[in-house]
């Protein structure tokens, strides 16, 4: 994660298992599931969203 706070990347790992038993209750499919969790955290990590996240959330 090149330029992002780690910090992402902890709560992703905080919370990884729980979104993907989630998404396994929608999909059915726990490989796929495990796809989406990962796809979302990747847009999310990516996103310019995450820039506007954090300013509203750390001051």
């Given amino acids: 994660m090149v330029g992002r706070d780690t910090g992402y990347l902890d709560i992703f790992v905080a919370h990884r298992q729980k979104?993907?038993?989630?998404?396994?209750?929608?999909?059915?499919d726990a490989a796929r599931a495990e796809d989406l969790v990962q796809e979302a955290f990747l847009r999310f990590n990516t996103a310019d969203v995450v820039d506007e996240f954090q300013d509203k959330t750390i001051r």
């Fill in 19 to 28: 979104l993907t038993d989630y998404a396994n209750g929608i999909v059915k």
